[in-house]
């Protein structure tokens, strides 16, 4: 009895306290800014990096007193939650932030798997979004809400093409991709497309794919050293790399291995070690060599989180400081969430141009910046070095 | 040839891991006609556990406190792990199987299933969800015949393994222990009257399998050195297919089925396109289920001598 007294006294105050603090937010006058990221499950790292910007980005705005809207200084919070690397869980997490945080404008999710998916949630719900990593073209397509501070993988497919044509002269490649992945899925199908427009039909002597989770890829490995190819190609993410290029050496497949930007996490050369060295992947910014805003924000990241940030992070940056701007383009809130976030998208639309330290960002096109890629090499020491720029 | 060739060993290494898994279910459905869903956990904690014991020993060596080779360091980090292992996969079995040893066999699975997600998020909880590089004990070393590459770490694997499962059959069969654990399989209500006490063959079973799961555990991390959580999830269902494939309850059966799952898959994968591997290989299984109901070495449960 004694028990049971106890129990709905508790579930009184518990739902007492949801109601409390919902109210308590309604009143406040901030801006909340929601990040959408990658926390657990399989890309952790990618989480961690957002988080660590956002959080960089807010001591910014704090120290400055607020984020300046309209002669009016507003305090910001940032409402983070995990889409613990699955499609399903971004769109929840997306809802949880518009409806449940009633956030302003939303920052995330990294990779296209989860971006595209819950770009579909923030479109319906007229807040907008902005992706900082996602290059796959349906997370922004047909979606005037959504937005992103990347370039699009139809650019990033040939230009990893043209690297290798331009560089080792190969006619054959092959390619390994994850089929259950939007990301993996849509670069490799830009990447043959490109590829055999230069080296005519069936220059892709091996086109191989396997599932999310896997770890054994020794018969597609097989298969592709079999077929001829003379170099790989594997848009895959860090926790696969590693295993990838691994068991390709075991295999006897020494030629090289080229990548994609989800290859470019701090994480990657613990996990592959120096298996991975010499090879080269294309991305969005180079750390190693870096100068200006960008180096500022290196040092500033390596000093705080104690390793040098991935373009993930700088990414990430950049798309906050897209939002601080359309926030401030925007010139004053009125405290209705539908017209602020309205006031927002429209200002965001009206960006062309963007200076940020992963590079200029022309959005003259709409919602995805032309911007221009870096080819990067790991060297001996397993350092991302600047090896080239391709722009479009 | 050399590609037929360079397949059949992709293969004995691949069908490897799902053996030594699927031992361990076979031997506790054959003891105590239980499911131990939990299994694929199980082998992802004594990954884990083999981590962190070679990370502790190439820790020492490295300090100077306690200098060893790196293939004793191997052979210590695999018993070490496996003992461990045993003891995880005995509490689990007295926390969570024993109190419904007499409870639906449906309660009994779902507790399985709890546990699994208990190991799963605990390890994410107390290690973060960042993926853990397992060590590289021995230097991974290529060789070459003919267009034919093998490495160090595949033979070792494979001989490993194999060693293990003959290892567990001298133990089930030439034994007193293991004579009580057949004498149990045959028959759990007499032969604890005969003085053999029922809890201490079932610990003795879970704690064989869970050795057997360390050992997949820590080979598994040499060959595919990237650990995390959920690693033992799809990996335990596919083991968890191949003792239903052998025969349930049957020791040999699961090391076969273990083996020639990973020649399905493989194969598959090298004869089809790669995109439709699991697709085609579960196929495979489930025609070859539906013409021997009870697998390759099971009988029908009256005539059934389990193990």
Known sequence: MKNKTLLIVMTILLIGSFFLSSCGQAQAQTIKIGVNAELTGDVPKIGEGTKYAAEMWLEDVKAAGGLEVGGKKYPVELAIEDNESKAESAAAANTKLITQDEVLIIIGPQASKQAVPAGEIANNYETPMISPWSTNPNTTKDRPWVFRACFLDPFQGPVVANFVTQEFGFTKAGVLYDVASDYSKGLAEFFKEAWEKQHGAGSVVAYESFTTKDTDFSAQLTKIKDAGAEFLFTPQYYNEVGLIVKQAHQLGFNSPIVGSDSWGSAELIPLCGSDCYGLYFSTHYAAAGATGATKAFIDRYQQKYGYVPDDVAALTWDAFGLAQMAIQNCGKLTGDLKVDRKCVRDALSQIKEFDGITGKMDFSQGNDPIKCAVIVKIDDQGQFTFYKQACP | ?307
């Not at chain 2, 070792?156 to 293991?178: C, E, P």
């Not at chain 2, 059966?253 to 898959?265: P, Q, S, Y």
């Open chain 2, 1 to 307: 040839m050399a590609f037929f060739l360079q397949n059949v060993i992709n293969a004995l290494q691949w069908g490897s891991f799902y053996a030594l898994i699927a031992l361990g279910y076979s031997m506790v459905y054959g003891v105590l006609m239980l499911f131990n869903f939990a299994h694929g956990d199980i082998f992802m904690t004594g990954a884990y556990i083999g981590f962190f014991v070679a990370t502790g020993f190439l820790g020492l060596s490295a300090s100077g406190i306690l200098v060893l080779p790196n293939w004793l360091i191997l052979i210590l980090t695999i018993l070490i792990s496996m003992f461990l292992t045993s003891l995880v996969g005995m509490a689990v079995e007295r926390i969570a199987y024993r109190p419904l040893r007499n409870a639906p066999r449906a309660s009994a699975a779902i507790t399985g299933l709890m546990v699994g997600i208990i190991l799963e998020t605990g390890n994410l909880a107390i290690l973060g969800a960042r993926r853990q590089k397992f060590p590289d004990l021995i230097a991974s070393q290529t060789y070459q015949f003919n267009g034919v590459s093998i490495t160090n770490t595949k033979i070792m694997i494979v001989l490993v393994s194999i060693g293990l499962m003959l290892a567990l059959n001298f133990f089930v069969r030439r034994t007193k222990w293991g004579m009580a654990m057949r004498a149990m399989a045959y028959d759990f209500l007499i032969v604890p009257l005969m003085g053999v006490s029922i809890n201490f063959i079932a610990a003795m079973t879970f704690g064989l399998g869970s050795a057997l799961a360390s050992a997949a555990g820590i080979l598994f991390g040499i060959a595919y050195p990237v650990l995390d959580p959920y690693m033992g999830i799809i990996f335990g269902w596919k083991a968890f297919v191949a003792a239903i494939l052998g025969g349930r309850g049957s020791i040999l059966g699961a090391a076969l089925a273990g083996f020639l799952l990973g020649f399905i898959e493989i194969f598959v994968a090298t004869i089809f396109p790669s995109t439709l591997r699991d697709l085609i290989a579960y196929s495979i299984i489930l025609i070859i289920l539906t013409f021997r109901p009870h697998g390759f070495f099971g009988e029908p449960y009256s005539a059934q001598l389990r193990l």
